[in-house]
């Protein structure tokens, strides 16, 4: 508690010191009377959250005629993606990005999303159920009482595992140091097939793979490509077993300080951001691999076949047996929901075609 205190402290006076307001939804916060909402991310600057973060903060700006202006801070500036959960859950920042990793702790169940092979390969499909499905409803419900309102759960690509050896099989895995978020979780996951995870922060991790303090990481194309990750490995690994999953978060005590036509602003521009994210993240993926290939051609792609991915899917099972012994009832009825909105977007989609 005190280190929550202390670091809330320290962010409200590097805000206050940048010339940011003191206060959140306060029109007494500046001199010409401009609301400022705060909202932090750990990301790049260009990357899909912040690039998010940026709509967000042009179309506000516009569509409330510059009566609020939205500071974002991005790079985990304010505190890393842990420490900016409790940021956004005491009310310091208005908005946040995070992901299931970041939240393990508060909400072990969230770590669904981070299940091996639950999603589908059609980017589409996952859409869907994230935007309509019964599981983030449920979800939502588990983060509202942790004091955080989720507004919009979007994909950020498929999970890539770099590596300086080729991986085939799971066997190649055996003893290799991937780096994780740390989530319990992905621990037991990836030990699963044989790997040593080990948690190392994502600012951390280009000099950790550079000082050979780990083997391997994993992240979607866009990160790799701009955390310069691929300069120091030589394998991509396309096992699509997960899909990285971003969370555009406000809190109860900023939310229920919002005038209905604010709410309504807000719950239309989160809308319109659907799509803009789900674009950019299908531009990002391919964009940014042609970007490594073009830096780097001696760079190695690696693609699985079905028999091949289906020795990773049997291994993957531990995972699933770890989460509902962690969770019990309460995750199986997650997993049961997220399954069935899955298969009844894949129904939809496909309908579609
Ligand atoms: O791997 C990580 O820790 C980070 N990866 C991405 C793509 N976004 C933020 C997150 O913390």
């Known amino acids: 508690m005190k280190k929550i ?37 750990e990301e790049s600057v260009g990357s899909v959250q912040d690039q998010f973060a940026m709509k967000f903060k ?22 890393d993606g842990v420490g900016a959960i409790e940021l956004l859950r005491y009310n310091a920042v208005n908005f946040a990005i995070n992901n299931p990793a970041t939240v393990a702790t508060i909400i072990p169940e969230n770590q669904l999303l981070m299940l091996h092979y639950v999603f589908s390969d059609d980017m589409e499909v996952n ?9 983030t409803k449920e979800l939502d419900r588990l983060y509202t009482e942790k004091d955080m309102i989720p507004l919009n759960w ?18 190649d895995m055996n003893g290799f140091k991937i780096r994780v978020m740390a989530s319990p979780l992905l621990i037991a996951a990836y030990s699963a097939y044989g790997c040593n995870p080990t948690p190392v922060p994502y600012m951390e991790t280009y000099s950790n793979l550079q000082l050979n303090m780990i083997d391997g990481q994993v992240n979607p194309v866009f990160a790799i490509e701009e955390m310069k990750f691929y300069e120091v490995q030589e394998y991509l690994n396309f096992l699509n077993h997960e899909v990285f999953i971003g969370t555009f978060c406000t809190n109860p005590e900023f939310w229920e300080s919002l005038t209905e036509e604010e709410k309504t602003m807000v719950m239309e521009i989160q809308e319109e951001l659907d799509q803009y994210v789900f674009d950019m993240q299908n531009q990002y993926s391919q964009e940014r691999l042609e970007k490594i290939l073009a830096n780097k051609p001696s760079i190695e792609l690696i693609e699985y076949t079905d028999e091949e991915r289906a020795a990773f899917q049997e291994k993957a099972q531990a995972g699933y047996d770890y989460y509902l012994g962690l969770t019990g009832e309460e995750g199986q009825k997650l997993l049961n929901m997220l399954q069935e909105d899955i298969a009844a977007a894949e129904k939809e989609v496909n309908q579609d075609i």
């Open 127 to 135: 859409r869907k159920a994230l935007n309509e499905g019964n599981a």
């Open 58 to 79: 042009e179309l506000v700006e516009e569509k409330s005629g510059g009566k609020i202006r939205v500071d974002v801070y991005p790079v985990g500036q304010l505190a």
């Open 5 to 41: 205190l202390a670091l809330i402290l320290a962010v409200m006076t590097m805000m206050t010191v940048a010339g940011c307001s003191g206060t959140t939804n306060d029109t007494s916060a500046t001199s010409d009377d401009v609301k400022v909402w705060r909202f932090c991310h």
């Open 154 to 171: 979007f994909q950020e690509g498929f999970q890539v595992v770099t590596s300086n050896f080729p991986i085939y099989t799971p066997e």
